[in-house]
Antibody, heavy 125, light 108 residues
Framework: QITLKESGPTLVKPTQTLTLTCTFS??????????VGWIRQPPGKALEWLAL???????RYSPSLKSRLTITKYTSKNQVVLTMANMDPMDTATYFC?????????????????WGQGTLVTVSS | SYELTQPPSVSVSPGQTARITCSGD??????TYWYQQRPGQAPVLVIY???ERPSGIPERFSGSSSGTSVTLTICGVQAEDEADYYC???????????FGGGTKLTVL
């Protein structure tokens, strides 16, 4: 049974760096063709793809946020950490982490088949 | 930046067929995935690899593609299918992921 859970601050101030941790069980990031990604959703708005890390440490970022994002895996701890620098009120959103599948060289961006419950992060002074 | 385009809303009566489209220039090159999201809940994967259905997803959900558009079809729509639906795929170079803007399905 695969489960994921996001943790981190619920409130951050503008210009601060956000650090979110995804703790998962039921799979290992040392297993081939496995990944973990981050997705966010501002209140009342659409999903936004943020970042993805694969078992082989291949990392993918949304180009619009690439300069502010860092994704890191801690395989032995079953955790993936996302940091987002220079937070702004526009970054207020629910942040989800999710298990991803790698479908080969021609389709390196996989789906998200298991999701965490999400964590609401508010950016305000 | 690359975008996937979905209609903001689709409305159908119970028992009818709902079709939700997603368009993007790179869709013929990469797999498309579809998610259902009910209010206050995390998204649920309903179609993967264009037309595959995960275990536990009802057979009334299906996916198809034609050129630069893909379609999520829900046959015999039920009240419980009322939700937001998102397509997801890769950008033109297959480097990062992209979600469509979402479609709100209303069951009349």
């Amino acid at each position: 049974q695969i489960t994921l859970k996001e943790s981190g601050p619920t409130l951050v101030k503008p210009t601060q760096t956000l650090t979110l941790t995804c703790t998962f069980s039921g799979f290992s990031l040392s297993t081939r063709a496995v990944g973990v990604g981050w997705i966010r959703q501002p209140p009342g708005k659409a999903l936004e793809w943020l970042a993805l890390i694969y078992w082989d440490d291949d990392k993918r970022y949304s180009p619009s946020l690439k300069s502010r994002l860092t994704i890191t895996k801690y395989t032995s701890k079953n955790q993936v950490v996302l940091t987002m620098a220079n937070m702004d009120p526009m970054d207020t959103a629910t942040y989800f982490c999710a298990h991803s599948n790698y479908y080969g060289v021609g389709n390196q961006i996989g789906d998200f088949d298991y999701w965490g419950q999400g964590t609401l992060v508010t950016v305000s002074s | 930046s690359y975008e996937l385009t979905q209609p903001p809303s689709v409305s159908v009566s119970p028992g009818q067929t709902a079709r939700i489209t997603c368009s993007g220039d790179a869709l013929p090159k990469y797999y498309t995935y579809w998610y259902q999201q009910r209010p206050g809940q995390a998204p649920v994967l309903v179609i993967y690899k264009d037309s595959e259905r995960p275990s536990g997803i009802p057979e009334r959900f299906s996916g198809s593609s034609s050129g630069t558009s893909v379609t999520l079809t829900i046959c015999g729509v039920q009240a419980e299918d009322e939700a937001d639906y998102y397509c997801q795929s890769a950008d033109s170079s297959g480097t990062y992921g992209v979600f469509g803007g979402g479609t709100k399905l209303t069951v009349l």
